[in-house]
Structures are given as structure tokens and as C-alpha cells.
């Protein structure tokens, strides 16, 4: 099966292609250079030439506090170019994946937000993000949404920054009133082959299973890599968030998609495996 993942330096597009290319799939790796989702014209002429059966369309403008001063950056990426996305995917006939996110919910449930929840965001990158789930689902007759949730994979996430700051013995403040699903980006990606295999459609969650706060996130890095850094916890109020965080946005999955394989394990026991990578 051919497939296009665009985005593919990025945290989650760099496990995906691995595992796609593991799995024997004809991967079509498009960087930011190959292809710029802010233009319909790029868009089309890459993927017309390419024409996947599959485009999973990983590309974002994911730095939630610079979307909200920049609105229109935000939005050209993360709806206008899924709408170009999904434009040339309807042309070409393939099936059409929107990686979305959490951070459409505005985190008010009380409890864990399923496919069916209705999305509320409340910032400019959940804003953005849920116009470009709206578009594609009008610009493209086979679609599939999948949010996911604060990833840790390739470097450059949080997980990374706590042990870095740790290990230069700088004390951490961390808030703990936020709450979210810490999600592996090799196990998500492994899910979403399976996905991808069966050609699945709609909307679908997927997140390492729990739910925890971000002081609590760290507290569990630090316990597993045996590191005692000074760590505080904080009020989301005293830390200089310039967006507003959804106070829980984690992520669970509606039963009627049991019957797929693709529950993911707890996030402890992702965490414990991402830092067992990172050490040896
Ligand atoms: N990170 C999270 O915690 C998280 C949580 C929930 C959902 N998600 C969603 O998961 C997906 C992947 O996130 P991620 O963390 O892997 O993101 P990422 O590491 O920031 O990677 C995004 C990729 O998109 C590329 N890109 C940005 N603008 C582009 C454009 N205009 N045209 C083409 N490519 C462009 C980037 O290339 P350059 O860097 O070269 O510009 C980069 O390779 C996104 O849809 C995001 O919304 C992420």
C-alpha cells in the first residue's frame, strides 16, 4: 500500500515512517522542504504526482502559546493546509488522516473525552485543529480523525526538557492542576497502522491509557530514571502559560472500537520503555 505521511520529521512522523517502512509499506516521506500545506498548489502537485493510497497528514503548527500571537500562521497550517490536503486526496481517491489533538476539548467533562464528546476548544491551536477536523470531513469523502495526545518520542518533548534541565541541576516548578493523557509516539503509531491497514474511518482516540498531571508526569520520570531533582508543584496561575490549557483534556476510546487490537498501555509503562531507549 502506498502512503504519504507528510510531517515526517516531526516527533510523531518520524516513529510512523519507521514502523510503516518495518511493516512494508511503498512510504512516501514528505518533509516541510517537499511539500508546504500552507499552499494548494504545492499540495496538489506533490500528491497528484505521488497519488497514495493513504495521505496521513502529520504536518502542524503544534507550539500552543506562539498559535495564539499568531492566529493566521496557526490556522494557515493546521486548517487551511488540512483542507488542501484533504482537496488533493479527494482528487486522487485516497483516504485522507488528519492527526488531531486533545486540545479540542476545553477540559470542563470531569472525566476522560470519547469520540463522541463534543469539542469546545479553547485556545488558538485547539481552534485551529478542530477547523481542520470540520474541513476535511467536507473536503473528503474517506476520512479518518485521530487525536492524540501530549507525545513523547523523538526529542524535543517534555519528558526531554524536565531530564535536561534536571541534570544541570536546575529546580523544576510544575504545574499539577492540568491533566492529560502522556502518549507514547511509537505507540500511537503502531496503532495507527492498524488503522491504516483496515482502512478504518471516522474519528478515533488514541492515547496511552490513564491520565495524570504534568507535576505527576515528571515525578514518574525522575522515579524511573532514579534522578532527585528540586521538584515543586505549582497552580496552572503561577505558571506563564500564554494560552489557556484545557484542565483535563485526556483521552479515552468509545467500546464500540474494541474488537481493534489497538489499546495502548499504560502511560507509566510507555514512559518506562521510551526512557529504557534513551539510556541504552
Ligand atoms: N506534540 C504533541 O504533544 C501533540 C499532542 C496531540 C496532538 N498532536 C498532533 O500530532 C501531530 C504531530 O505532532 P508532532 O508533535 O509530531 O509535531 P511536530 O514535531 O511539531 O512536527 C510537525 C511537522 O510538521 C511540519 N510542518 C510544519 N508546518 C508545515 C507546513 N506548513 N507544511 C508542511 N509541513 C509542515 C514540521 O516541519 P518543520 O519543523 O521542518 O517546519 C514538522 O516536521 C500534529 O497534528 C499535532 O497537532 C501533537
Same mark, same amino acid.
Given at each position: 500500500?502506498?502512503?504519504?505521511?507528510?510531517?515526517?520529521?516531526g516527533q510523531l512522523g518520524g516513529h510512523l515512517v519507521r514502523i510503516l517502512d518495518d511493516k512494508k509499506y511503498d512510504v512516501i516521506s514528505l518533509q516541510h522542504a517537499d511539500i508546504e500545506c500552507g499552499d494548494p498548489e504545492s499540495v496538489q502537485v506533490v500528491l497528484g504526482s505521488i497519488e497514495p493510497e493513504v495521505v496521513i497528514n502529520c504536518a502542524a503548527f503544534t507550539d500552543v502559546?506562539?498559535?495564539?500571537?499568531?492566529?493566521a500562521?496557526? *490556522?494557515?497550517v493546521n486548517a487551511l493546509g488540512a483542507l488542501y490536503v484533504a482537496q488533493a486526496c479527494a482528487r486522487v481517491g485516497s483516504l485522507c488522516v488528519y492527526i488531531s489533538t486533545d486540545f479540542v476539548f476545553d477540559g470542563e467533562k470531569g472525566e476522560s473525552y470519547a469520540e463522541d464528546d463534543y469539542p469546545n476548544p479553547i485556545n488558538v491551536y485547539g481552534a485551529s485543529k478542530h477547523a481542520g477536523e470540520m474541513l476535511i470531513r467536507q473536503a473528503c469523502p474517506q476520512w479518518l480523525i485521530v487525536r492524540m495526545a501530549s507525545l513523547f518520542g523523538k526529542t524535543?518533548? *517534555?519528558?526531554?526538557?524536565?531530564?535536561?534541565?534536571?541534570?544541570?541541576?536546575?529546580?523544576?516548578?510544575?504545574?499539577?492542576?492540568v491533566y492529560m493523557s502522556p502518549t507514547y509516539a511509537y505507540d500511537a503509531s503502531r496503532a495507527?497502522?492498524?488503522?491504516?491497514?483496515q482502512r478504518t474511518t471516522g474519528i478515533f482516540h488514541l492515547a496511552?491509557?490513564?491520565?495524570?498531571?504534568?507535576?505527576?508526569?515528571?515525578?514518574?520520570? *525522575?522515579?524511573?530514571?532514579?534522578?532527585?531533582?528540586?521538584?515543586?508543584?505549582?497552580?496552572?496561575?503561577?505558571?506563564?502559560?500564554?494560552?489557556?490549557?484545557?484542565?483535563?483534556?485526556?483521552?479515552?476510546?468509545?467500546?464500540?472500537?474494541?474488537?481493534?487490537?489497538?489499546?495502548?498501555?499504560?502511560w507509566q509503562?510507555?514512559?518506562?520503555?521510551?526512557?529504557?531507549?534513551?539510556?541504552n
Open positions: 500500500m502506498r502512503v504519504a505521511v507528510i510531517g515526517s520529521s502559546d506562539t498559535c495564539q500571537n499568531q492566529p500562521e496557526a *490556522f494557515c524535543g518533548n *517534555f519528558v526531554d526538557m524536565i531530564l535536561r534541565k534536571a541534570r544541570m541541576g536546575t529546580s523544576l516548578r510544575v504545574v499539577d492542576d495507527l497502522e492498524q488503522l491504516i491497514r496511552n491509557a490513564g491520565r495524570c498531571s504534568w507535576y505527576e508526569l515528571a515525578k514518574k520520570t *525522575f522515579e524511573i530514571i532514579g534522578l532527585s531533582p528540586v521538584l515543586e508543584s505549582i497552580h496552572s496561575h503561577d505558571y506563564p502559560y500564554h494560552a489557556r490549557r484545557p484542565k483535563d483534556s485526556s483521552l479515552r476510546r468509545r467500546a464500540r472500537h474494541d474488537g481493534l487490537d489497538t489499546c495502548l498501555r499504560p509503562q510507555a514512559l518506562e520503555v521510551y526512557l529504557d531507549t534513551k539510556t
